[in-house]
């Protein structure tokens, strides 16, 4: 019986507990951005350098940027001024960062698919991630001189304090949703070809911005910007400081319109970026479908022909892989479609404007220039087969030699030809040798200072994404390589500068064509400088180049 009754008494179970909730995931993300910033800055003084004075910068412009805007208080055309600038903003977050992108991991969800987390809370917690950085502090600083410049009363405050994290958010909110929509083109092959024509495009927006900007100042007057400032201040996030404008007009429905447009349209945004989040999330990647074998052209036609204007040595070589990879592959293929359109497109319609120079051509022959600076990460992880070549100041300076002979193929060409096209359209011939002279010799100072910054400044170019051009923690370094490189070139080149000022000053052009012999020479020199100085550099850093470069 009492065996019975312990067979059949059941055991007591212990009480179910609740699933635990699960950990909010937005704090993790933004240490992760700040432990990536700072380990970018670890062990390289230089690097550390370039960051801070990368954020020096940012906040100089800003500065000066919010001066102007508390300067423009009470103005009657503020509000159409800041309006535009909301606008212009916002369209820099959403294309600058595909086309320049800095290489924030934590903003690459193609690298958090696999991992066990929702798309709502993996928004929030980059979008989180996304408001650490310099470019949402300069947008920061931007907003706040936006409002003081039209909040005026208790409601415009009130309004002010409102559109500027509305519009915060909202750019960066924008940015990433279209980063993410196209974050599956950006690193495909097709992706590599929409850089290519990216470049033009920027190309001709730069200009278009430009001639915008000479045509106010021409005129005169804010009044002109009022029928755009009327049109934008209804497009989102611009809405946000429309409505601090129309709340201190005392528009107050106006205002509540256009608080309302704001959110609702930074709530599609959020929506749509969850959306296309999840979209990757669960999609397979089409873009690992093998595509069908292209046909190898004949070995003849591959190096045959290439080498027969090149010397048949390591100088031969090394500038013949420089054109190939000028055309082959698609960063340097977009990056030199951009200088060849800049070059070109600046100097010829200021021109056919009839409001330019003859010595705009030296703008050809500093874009092109520009394609120096970098060498060795153009190569990336591929330089270490480059670096076992290298074993003496000798065969580092035969290296450089041989990647400004590449450069030099083109970029001189290239200039002569815009210089006379300018001159041509200027009617200006007799200013076509000096123009022209300047404009070698600030190329020669470019290769030349190109060759330092290379060896000096080297940092990564990542190949997992057709727009990222820097890899992480590595953007403030590439911005001083190049503005340092732009301002040691000008500086090289100043004797001529100032001799080419004090022909025009004292009205002696019949002496200009003197700087086409200078120019020559000392453009030829200032670049066998520049890799002499270099050639030492490169075989003394030559391991922390290969780390540099092999980052991304």
């Not at 995931?25 to 390289?44: A, D, E, H, Q, W």
């Not at 599956?184 to 850089?195: E, I, N, Q, V």
């Not at 703008?363 to 003496?392: E, H, K, P, R």
């Not at 041989?402 to 200013?431: E, I, K, S, Y």
Request: glycine fraction near 10%; charge should be positive.
């Amino acid at each position: 019986m009492s065996t019975s009754a312990t067979s059949t008494t059941s055991t007591p179970t212990a009480p179910a507990t609740a699933p635990a909730a699960p950990a909010d995931i937005t704090p993790i993300f933004v240490r992760l951005k700040l432990s990536l910033l700072r380990n970018g800055l670890k062990g390289s003084s230089t690097r550390k350098a370039a960051y801070f004075g990368a954020l020096a910068f940012a906040l100089v412009i800003a500065f000066f940027a919010m001066l102007g805007l508390v300067v423009l208080r009470g103005n009657a055309h503020a509000g159409s001024v800041v309006v535009l600038l909301a606008a212009i903003t916002a369209l820099c977050w959403t294309f600058v960062p595909l086309f320049f992108a800095t290489g924030d991991e934590t903003l690459d969800p193609t690298r958090l698919v696999m991992l066990p987390l929702r798309p709502r809370p993996l928004v929030r917690a980059m979008l989180a991630a996304s408001l650490v950085g310099i470019g949402p502090l300069f947008t920061l600083c931007l907003a706040v001189g936006s409002v003081i410049a039209v909040a005026r009363g208790a409601a415009g405050v009130v309004a002010a304090v409102l559109a500027v994290p509305l519009l915060l958010v909202g750019c960066v909110t924008l940015a990433r949703a279209v980063a993410t929509a196209n974050v599956r083109l950006l690193t495909s092959r097709k992706g590599r070809d929409l850089a290519l024509l990216s470049g033009l495009l920027i190309a001709i927006g730069a200009q278009a911005a430009n001639f915008a900007a000479q045509r106010l100042f021409q005129t005169g007057g804010l009044e002109r910007l009022e029928p755009a400032g009327e049109i934008v201040r209804w497009l989102p996030p611009a809405t946000a400081l429309g409505m601090v404008d129309s709340a201190s007009e005392g528009s107050y429905g106006i205002a509540a319109a256009q608080l309302l447009i704001t959110v609702a349209a930074l709530g599609l945004l959020l929506w749509f970026w969850e959306r296309s989040l999840t979209k990757l999330m669960v999609t397979p990647d089409g873009s690992t479908i093998a595509a069908a074998k292209e046909k190898k052209k004949p070995a003849n036609d591959a190096t045959g022909r290439g080498r027969s204007l090149l010397p048949d040595d390591r100088t031969g070589a090394a500038a013949q892989r420089v054109l190939r990879y000028m055309v082959r592959d698609p960063k340097t293929k977009s990056a030199w479609v951009s200088a060849l359109a800049l070059g070109l497109i600046i100097p010829v319609v200021n021109a056919v404007q009839g409001a330019g120079s003859v010595y705009l051509a030296c703008f050809a022959s500093g874009m092109l220039g520009m394609q120096m600076y970098n060498q060795f990460g153009q190569d990336t992880s591929a330089f270490w087969m480059v670096a076992q070549t290298i074993s003496s100041t000798r065969d580092a300076y035969v290296e450089l030699r041989a990647r400004a002979l590449a450069l030099a193929l083109v970029t001189v060409p290239f200039t002569v030809v815009v210089a006379t096209v300018t001159a041509g359209l200027l009617g200006n011939w007799a200013g076509l040798p000096g123009a022209l002279g300047l404009a070698l010799a600030l190329l020669g100072s470019m290769l030349g200072t190109g060759a330092l910054a290379s060896a000096h400044l080297p940092y990564s170019i990542p190949t997992d994404g057709a727009f990222k051009s820097v890899a992480p923690g590595q953007g403030a370094l590439a911005w001083a390589a190049l503005l340092g490189g732009l301002l040691s070139s000008a500086l090289v080149s100043s004797p001529l500068i100032a001799l080419a000022v004090y022909f025009s000053a004292t009205d002696q052009q019949s002496l200009t064509w003197i700087l086409l012999p200078l120019g020559l020479a000392w453009g030829a020199l200032a670049t066998w400088a520049g890799m002499r100085l270099a050639a030492p550099a490169v075989v003394r850093r030559l391991p922390e180049i290969l780390v540099a470069v092999s980052k991304g």
